[in-house]
């Protein structure tokens, strides 16, 4: 989970080239059989831990380099494996941060009545650039790849937030990886000085990278990677699959509330004045480079906090990394034909609609005169100003470009599966289905502080099913669920409440009038 937005602050051909060494070490612990996993890669053996149920979890695996010192917004370079024992069984740090994210999960439950000492949150640190894998080392054949990206806003979150370990999907057949990647000003600076663009994707394409090249060793199979991500962790998700980084890795995309690239990221030339205001802010108008690679994290972070007021960090234009941006591609209808799910939850921004806030100075700030008087006539139905808010900034922000996006794969010849996200927990009335609600359910993964009830363990069940059939086969589907036919011109939309049902998207007709003149 997490909060993202700005406006919310504004891959079997490589099997006989690898060696596979799985021994178990086994000791009693709490009555039940515990084993060390253990997994040489290269000259390094990995030493992980498997709980009772036979899942075996690689925790704090580098991928890459430490980015520090001269390193810091350089390319990541690949960890150098090494003779001997590595120890894989605890979390590395979070990425570098402020704590965003952690605040996030406190403000969400604080909305609801929960005690926000129920929920804690890791250690941070520069050096972050590691990934974690869940698998089931007894199953037979390799299994298809889930590569999960965090969201944050990409100034916060962690890879192992609670909602995302991945033990319940590896019984389901697959193999779960998520990864960190450098956040905030240490992964999106631009500058002048630079020799790169976009260090943060640079850093997801190494990580994906490591997993086609190693993941065979954990029982994966390379030639079926699905990135998925929520939040900006979608949009992180897609750029990746659009990069000439990922060099055709990709055999699938899961996009979860996301959809704001597709109206614009920021320019080359704003992020760059953004890193040199932050240069000068820290030393001065001659600062260089070298110089600001030196400034400790901190003071970097504490700076970066008002230079970068009101600026989404979000991936940039860029010849090596980027050289079409969605809204380019959207435009030129050049999208690739990928395949993917995409989806929105009904309530995404009611959350952060504060108390005071008046449906008329957002309608006045948002739209012509014209238009206002459309908008008021199509709220008559929703109560209360926080209801139609929500309504249009969740439209703006996430669901209508959402919805684009399901068009254009479609259009490019590619295939797209679309939902809507509508279960509100017992007692969450007050926030709704929000941003980020759908993820323990994806995976599997219900925190002991959030209620639940019947309906959220059959919901659960059949979201996992179609998540996983998706990962494993392209087409989502569920023994228990509705046939989830693809997007096409009527718009089939998957509806998940207390069940699951299909219908055209019921927001349809509010996309249409937000596209109009």
Not at 205 to 227: C, E
Not at 505 to 513: E, G, S, V, W
Request: aromatic letters at 10%; glycine letters at 8%.
């Amino acid at each position: 989970m997490r909060s993202d937005r700005h406006h919310f602050q504004r891959l079997m051909s490589m099997l006989g080239s690898v060696a596979l060494t799985l021994v178990l070490a086994t000791h009693a612990q709490a009555n039940d059989e515990v084993r060390d996993p253990r997994i040489t890669v290269e000259a390094t053996t990995f030493v992980g831990r498997q709980d009772a149920n036979g899942v075996a979890s690689f925790q704090g695996i580098p991928y890459a380099q430490a980015p520090v010192g001269d390193r810091r917004w350089h390319r990541p370079q690949p960890w150098q494996f090494s003779p001997g024992d590595r120890d894989a069984s605890a979390f590395a740090p979070a990425c570098m941060q402020s704590g965003s994210g952690l605040a996030w999960y406190h403000g969400m439950m604080r909305r609801v009545g929960i005690n926000p000492a129920a929920m804690t949150g890791p250690s941070y640190s520069e050096d972050c650039l590691y990934l974690n894998i869940w698998t089931d080392l007894a199953a037979e054949g390799p299994r298809p790849v889930l590569l999960f990206i965090h969201g944050g806003s990409n100034t916060g979150g962690w890879s192992y937030e609670p909602n995302y370990h991945g033990q319940s999907l590896v019984k389901k057949g697959l193999i779960v990886v998520t990864v960190a990647y450098r956040l905030g000003v240490f992964g999106w600076l631009s500058h002048p000085d630079m020799d790169l663009e976009n260090p943060a994707l640079h850093d997801l394409a190494m990580s994906l990278d490591w997993v086609y090249q190693h993941i065979a060793q954990f029982g994966g199979d390379p030639t079926r990677i699905t990135i998925a991500g929520e939040s900006s962790g979608a949009t992180n998700a897609l750029h990746l699959a659009i990069s000439p980084l990922s060099q055709g890795r990709v055999s699938g995309v899961i996009h979860q509330s996301g959809g704001w690239p597709l109206d614009g990221t920021p320019s080359p030339a704003e992020a760059s004045q953004r890193g040199t205001l932050l240069a000068e802010a820290l030393l001065g108008a001659d600062a260089t480079l070298t110089q600001l690679r030196q400034v400790p994290a901190e003071a970097l972070m504490k700076a970066s906090q008002s230079v970068y007021a009101n600026f989404q960090f979000d991936p940039i234009e860029d010849p090596e990394s980027l050289p079409d941006t969605l809204k380019t591609l959207a435009i030129e209808k050049r999208m690739p034909p990928l395949t993917m799910i995409i989806g929105s939850n009904v309530h995404e921004s009611l959350m952060y609609v504060e108390p005071h806030d008046q449906i008329e100075n957002y309608l006045t700030a948002q739209f012509s005169t014209k238009k206002r008087q459309r908008m008021v006539d199509y709220l008559k139905p929703f109560k209360g100003d926080k209801e139609k808010i929500n309504q249009l900034s969740t439209a703006t922000d996430f669901l209508c470009p959402s919805l684009r996006l399901a068009s254009l794969v479609h259009q490019s010849g590619g295939r797209a599966w679309v939902y809507r996200f509508d279960r509100i927990r017992p007692g969450f009335e007050a926030i709704g289905a929000y941003h980020g609600a759908e993820l323990p359910y994806v995976f599997d993964r219900h925190d002991a502080w959030l209620p639940s009830a019947p309906a959220d363990t059959a919901l659960t069940a059949s979201i996992v099913d179609y998540w996983s059939a998706f990962i494993a086969e392209q087409v989502p589907s569920s023994a228990t669920g509705p046939a989830w036919p693809a997007w096409s011109d009527q718009q089939p939309t998957m509806i998940f409440d207390q069940a699951a049902a299909v219908s055209a998207h019921p927001d349809r007709a509010l996309c249409n009038l937000l596209a109009s003149h």
